[in-house]
């Protein structure tokens, strides 16, 4: 059987809402070369990602594949007729545009193209490469500018109809909390509650900008505990992976356990070793670049 990265190069794309991450990887997946690009009118933001591939890489006969992890809703499963297509999305100018059509008609058909959301490419990543390493069940969480989650199962990626959207499910409310939530779907869901923008519009400051000692953090650590508690109980994974900009902050999470075991409550199965299940990303905010790569690597082992 020929081996389908043999003397190959590869790029890989994670597509997010600020912010777009492009690499080059060799054969051995080795980076070569990244760029990141702001993410502005989409013609604008992916024109600048296929330039970055035609000028590493001229002659196609070298590349072996593409892979995006972007930013959703996106159609993701391969046999839907709007395959690679955007959802309705508050960025507006991206709502409902071809993303794969787009790099399909700049690159040609002759070559590999594959596409699923940020949060499914990081957790493959991380199960590949960083956190959750051997391990079969595995949740991956961004918290930034929004919540996303994927899930390994059994080794593999989550669906459904579609892709999960994790941050939008509902979560109990603290005591005296009237914030309204900023989600403009369900007010206070998860995503409503604990993003980044949520946190700089309940306390009038850039959540940057709110030093450690600051009362967010321990309402924020409160509610993503109770998130926690759902995934916890639902899909029982082996390790919780929390990654994203409000996540940068490490303090939080000793805060984040400690109110996660209270939601517990005892009840099930007992996780003892806390600090080894709630963890850090291990990727530094590049866990949807190395799943982008995971994509079309794991892509072209099963077309092969």
Known sequence: MNNPILNKSFFAIEGGGTKFLIAHFDENCQELAR????????????????????????????????????????????????????RETPKVAWSHFDVLGFFKQSLGDDFP?????????????????????????????????????????????????????????????LPNDT????????????EGLCTGPAIAVRWDRPATDLPDKHPAWPLEAAYIAKALRNYAYVLAPERIVLGGGVMNRRFLFPLIREAFKREMAGYGET???LKNYIVPSEFKGDAGLFGALCLILDFLTIQN
């Not at 933001?45 to 972007?70: M, N, Q, S, W, Y």
């Not at 949740?139 to 919540?147: A, E, F, H």
């Not at 779907?185 to 998860?190: I, L, T, Y």
């Open 35 to 86: 760029k990141t690009i702001a993410t502005k009118e989409p013609e604008q933001t992916l024109g600048d990602c296929v330039a970055f591939i035609k000028d590493r890489l001229p002659g196609k006969e070298h590349l072996a594949g593409l892979g995006i992890a972007h930013f959703g809703p996106l159609s993701i499963l391969p046999d839907a007729p709007d395959y690679g297509k955007l």
């Open 179 to 190: 914030f309204a939530g900023i989600c403009p779907a369900h007010g206070d869901c998860f």
């Open 113 to 173: 193209i594959i596409i699923d959301t940020d949060v499914n490419g990081a957790v493959l990543a991380e199960t590949r490469w960083g956190a959750g390493k051997g391990l079969k069940n595995v949740l991956y969480l961004t918290i930034g500018t929004g919540i996303g989650g994927g899930a390994i199962v059994n080794r593999k990626l989550l669906y459904g109809y579609a892709h999960t959207e994790m941050g939008h499910i509902a979560i109990p409310r």
């Open 271 to 273: 996780i003892s070793d």
